[in-house]
Nanobody
């Protein structure tokens, strides 16, 4: 079964750090472009950070630049999102998503460009 499974969410205080993981099964992650997306209540799903399969190039939303880092470990079929200096505005359900490199190459880190989604993990930032 082809799937992506997120983990690592939780309740943290402003300024804390958290690392999310996205583990792939049934597929070879190295051939997939992967992105992290988030959706807060009442808001549209938005791109947070994306990493390409070909050269590992990354892109980030302006709101997280300098605080979040996306990385991939193809040997472990895992993509991580390292989040530092978390703010209340970062609170959301975080999803990882993928698109096969043979299918298309995302031009922007936008949800519409990805077609395989995980179930999400909740991140709450509150004092």
């Amino acid at each position: 079964q082809v799937q992506l499974v997120e983990s690592g969410g939780g309740l943290v205080q402003p300024g804390d750090s958290l690392t999310l993981s996205c583990v792939a099964s049934g597929l070879t992650l190295g051939f997939w472009h992967i992105g992290w997306f988030r959706q807060a209540p009442g808001k549209e799903r938005e791109g947070v950070a994306c990493i390409k399969s070909s050269d590992g190039s990354t892109s980030y939303a302006d709101s997280v630049k300098g605080r979040f880092t996306i990385s991939r470990d193809n040997a472990k079929n895992t993509v991580h999102l390292h989040m530092n200096n978390l703010k209340p505005a970062d609170a959301a359900i975080y999803y990882c998503a993928g698109i096969g490199s043979w299918s298309s190459t995302p031009e922007a880190c936008e949800p519409r460009e990805y077609d395989l989604w995980g179930q999400g993990t909740q991140v709450t930032v509150s004092s």
